[in-house]
C-alpha cells in the first residue's frame, strides 16, 4: 500500500505563487508516474501535470506558469504554482503509479487540498 499527504494549498491572491508537496510512504518499490490533478466545484477532475518516464505534460491552462517537479531519494512530488488565476481554485490531488511487492503496479490518490485564488 501507498499512502499520499498532500500539503501547502491555501489562499493565494491572483499573480501570487503557491508549492503543493506531496510525500508518498508504503512499501514502495518505485514510483513510475507522479502527477497532480484538480478538481474545480461542479467540474471533472482533470489533469494538471504529470511526470512519465517519457517526459512531463502540463494541461494548456497551466503550461509555462506551473512547474512538477519530483524527488526520488525522498519519495516526494512537488507543484510550483506561480501567477495564479481565479480559475486556478481547485482541489489538488497529488497522484502516483507506483509498484509495491504487495499489490504490483496501481494507481494512488491523495485526500486533496484546496487552493483558492482570490484577492
Known amino acids: 500500500q501507498v499512502h499520499l499527504v498532500e500539503s501547502g494549498g491555501g489562499l493565494v491572491r491572483p499573480g501570487g505563487s503557491l508549492r503543493l508537496s506531496c510525500a508518498a510512504s508504503?512499501?514502495?518499490?518505485?514510483?513510475?508516474?507522479v502527477g497532480w490533478y484538480r478538481q474545480a466545484p461542479g467540474k471533472q477532475r482533470e489533469l494538471v501535470a504529470r511526470?512519465?518516464?517519457?517526459?512531463?505534460n502540463y494541461s494548456d491552462s497551466v503550461n509555462g506558469r506551473f512547474f512538477i517537479s519530483r524527488d526520488n531519494a525522498a519519495k516526494m512530488v512537488f507543484l510550483q504554482m506561480n501567477s495564479v488565476k481565479p480559475e486556478d481554485t481547485a482541489v489538488y490531488y497529488c497522484?502516483?503509479?507506483?509498484?509495491?511487492?504487495?499489490?504490483?503496479?496501481?494507481?494512488?490518490w491523495g485526500q486533496g487540498t484546496q487552493v483558492t485564488v482570490s484577492s
Open positions: 508504503g512499501d514502495i518499490v518505485v514510483l513510475n508516474i
Open positions: 497522484y502516483v503509479n507506483s509498484y509495491t511487492w504487495s499489490t504490483g503496479s496501481r494507481d494512488y
Open positions: 511526470i512519465t518516464n517519457i517526459g512531463t
